[in-house]
């Protein structure tokens, strides 16, 4: 089946830095969703993002189907942004999303 | 906003007995999902139910689960007997095709002891 990697497994960051978040994909995908995991378990939906580039406020996201993988980028990071974040894709209508192991972004005062 | 509600937030429950979680889909969506999430890991696949029947079940969905939507608005899990290794989060989701965006309830909280 597809795989679905996240690097780094892990990142601590000062209040205001920027980050990379990177999620690689194995297989053609027809979907890809961005999530946010906040403190009590939440899946917050940040983008749905199939291919090319999105901005909501502070984040953004591209999405390269071509060569199989996606970007979120946090700008000026708050410590509000801590938690833990997935990329999920689908590959089939109807089919169930496939999840990474997620990225636990920690942003220390 | 349309959104995905789920209910109870949290259940804790003794081993061996039936557990309901209810959820709420999006009124205009088609595509309903269960999906868990152990603690500290990544979020699984367990069913998917489209046109009033399974499309698609994980290996982790056998026997002891069943889905159903008793009326035009609730999708409901339900496990016959629960054992410790059901403790988890469970998030019900919706879409609107299948294809698109899919949107995730804030999840039930289920605590087997």
């Known amino acids: 089946g597809i795989q679905v990697e996240q690097s780094p497994p892990d990142l601590i960051l000062q209040e205001g830095a920027n980050s990379t978040l990177r999620c690689n994909f194995s297989?053609?995908?027809?979907?890809l969703q961005w999530f946010h995991q906040n403190p009590w378990g939440q899946l917050i939906n940040l983008f749905y993002?199939?291919?090319g580039t999105k901005q909501n406020g502070r984040l953004s996201a591209t999405t390269v189907a071509t060569e199989r993988y996606s970007l979120l980028y946090i700008s000026s990071s708050q410590t509000t942004d801590s938690g833990v974040y997935f990329c999920a894709v689908l590959y089939n209508q109807g089919g169930k999303l496939i999840f990474g192991q997620g990225t636990e972004l920690s942003v220390k005062p | 906003e349309p959104e995905v509600t789920q209910t109870p937030s949290h259940q804790v429950t003794q081993m061996g007995q039936e557990v309901i979680l209810r959820c709420v889909p999006i009124s205009n969506h088609l595509y309903f999902y269960w999906y868990r999430q152990i603690l500290g890991q990544k979020v699984e696949f367990l069913v998917s139910?489209?046109?009033?029947?399974?499309?698609?079940k994980s290996e982790i969905f056998d026997d002891q689960f069943s889905v159903e939507r008793p009326d035009g608005s609730n999708f409901t899990l339900k496990i016959r007997s629960t054992k410790l290794e059901d403790s988890a989060m469970y998030f019900c989701?919706?879409?609107?095709?299948?294809?698109?965006?899919?949107?995730f309830g804030q999840g039930t909280r289920l605590t087997v002891v």
């Open positions: 139910f489209y046109n009033n029947e399974i499309s698609e």
């Open positions: 297989d053609s995908v027809n979907n």
């Open positions: 993002i199939p291919s």
């Open positions: 989701a919706s879409s609107s095709d299948g294809y698109t965006e899919a949107f």
